[in-house]
């Protein structure tokens, strides 16, 4: 990782919407929460205003998290989060949806100078849809595996976007072994899945979909994986959880999910806090 110091002459940085609207947030946040994975410039695309709202999570107890890329050269836009709030982390990476971009190989090179330049902590997310099955299986999985090796030469792990596409996404981490870990964030698969990918060292992150009435599979595994391997996440700001669905997600609806998994499971809200955390915390080591 490199120290922000390093930044130079790099010009102010920020969310570039300033068409936001102040509105009063609802927040559901115990102290010691962990958001595991989220998009501040896509909640800045909404309307919404990720300089105004962090400030307020970081009040209200949120003790960590991870901001996420999707494009080439979005850091510089979201370095700003972890300048102020050392806890809250970045992620680079290139989405599945940017096998579609000709220039592959231009965008991995502009991904490469962003881990160069800004203290990354991890790649992602990267992956494979194919629910929308973006260019082709080929030119996800060919994005997806050089990542990978990206991430092996960076030191990092990986945050895994999988929708539709268990068998394809194992076969790849089994050609291509990520040496960091990561997370499969938005878990949406079943139990066994789940279980393979905890024993290929990864954590498995659940989202607000885990709320959702067609969601069984989802909530057998989060009951059913080991606590020490669990992750909670809103995927901000999309996939509100049930209590508040409909409304533009963001990272202070943590609570809602925490809540779900806790009663799924059986146990007190603090004891997933504290397994949340110290889960997350073996990951990134800040
Ligand atoms: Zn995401």
Redesign the pocket.
């Known amino acids: 990782m490199t120290p922000l110091q390093n930044l130079g002459s790099l010009p102010k940085y920020g969310m570039t919407n300033n068409n936001t609207k102040t509105i009063s947030i609802q927040t559901d946040i115990t102290p010691g929460m962990i958001d595991s994975?989220?998009?501040s410039l896509m909640m800045n695309e909404k309307g919404l205003n990720p300089e105004e709202f962090f400030p307020e999570y970081i009040k209200r107890g949120l003790s960590g998290g991870i901001d996420?890329g999707?494009r080439a050269g979005d850091t510089k836009e979201r370095a700003w989060i972890h300048e102020r709030f050392p806890q809250i982390l970045i992620a680079s990476g290139l989405?599945p949806s940017e096998a579609e971009n000709p220039r592959m190989i231009d965008r991995l090179d502009l991904l490469t100078v962003d881990l160069n330049t800004f203290p990354v902590a991890a790649l992602?997310?990267i992956g494979l849809d194919y629910h929308w099955n973006y260019a082709t299986p080929k030119l996800q999985k060919d994005l997806f595996s050089n990542q990978i090796q990206i991430a092996n030469h960076y030191d990092l792990p990986i945050?895994i976007?999988n929708r539709k596409a268990d068998q394809s996404v194992s076969e790849i981490l089994k050609a291509n072994r990520p040496e960091f870990g990561g997370i499969m964030?938005?878990f949406s698969s079943d139990y066994s899945f789940a279980k393979m990918s905890i024993d290929d060292g990864f954590y498995i992150s659940f989202a607000g979909n885990i709320s959702y009435k067609g969601s069984q599979a989802i909530r057998d595994a989060a009951q059913r994986i080991p606590l020490d391997r669990l992750l909670v996440e809103t995927?901000s700001p999309?996939l509100s959880p049930q209590k508040v669905r409909g409304q533009t997600n963001h990272p202070g609806h943590i609570g809602y999910i925490y809540q779900e998994i806790a009663a799924l499971r059986g146990i007190d809200l603090e004891r997933l806090i504290t397994a949340v955390r110290d889960n997350f915390y073996s990951l990134f080591i800040v």
């Open positions: 994975h989220f998009h996420m999707t989405y992602g997310e945050i976007h964030h938005c995927d999309y």
